[in-house]
């Protein structure tokens, strides 16, 4: 056990000199089948995307690439590369996050557009003088309502109708 793979696993070498692959490499039941592959047929076994835990429980995900090392066809030993793949995953989540607040930003551009033109021409039929009323625009959309205060706005008899009949809907 070289020193990656003990920061990698949380054993020191002396722990883990002697210690079974299973009880290093701990979390998936493809890993003892893949020793006894790789020792039978004296080839390499590569066992990718697998959930292994740390000595301390913390779960991470790795590539474990299994060679015999062989001399006149007797298995001497195997080699076992863990490659940890928690930044990966790491650089992977925040893309995806990343992806998903963009399209949230887009979303929220083209309801803002699509909101505010029809706020706009309420506010500028309200703006029409012709009673003596101030109040608020209310614009329901299904179950989201939106509230534009317009104030101080003249509001006439005819906006107020226009105005309910959107609330009512």
Known sequence: INPASE?????RQAEAIGSPVENLLIGSEKILP???????????????????????????VANVAIHPLAVNGVLNMLLVIVQDLS?????????????????????TAIFA???????????MT???????MVGSVFLALGPLCIAAL???VVVSPVTLLVVATLVAN
Request: charged share 25%; aromatic share 6%; glycine share 10%.
């Open 7 to 11: 920061q990698i696993l949380g054993y």
């Open 113 to 123: 557009h699509e909101v505010r033109n029809p706020l706009n021409a309420i506010g």
């Open 126 to 132: 309200a703006q029409r003088p012709a009673g003596g």
């Open 87 to 107: 930044e990966s995953e790491q650089i992977r989540e925040q893309a995806r996050q990343l992806e998903q607040r963009a399209l949230l930003g887009e979303f």
């Open 34 to 60: 893949g020793v006894q592959e790789s020792s039978r047929s004296l080839s390499a076994t590569r066992l990718d995307g697998l959930r292994l835990y740390r000595r301390y429980g913390e779960s991470f």
């Open 150 to 152: 317009v104030a101080p």
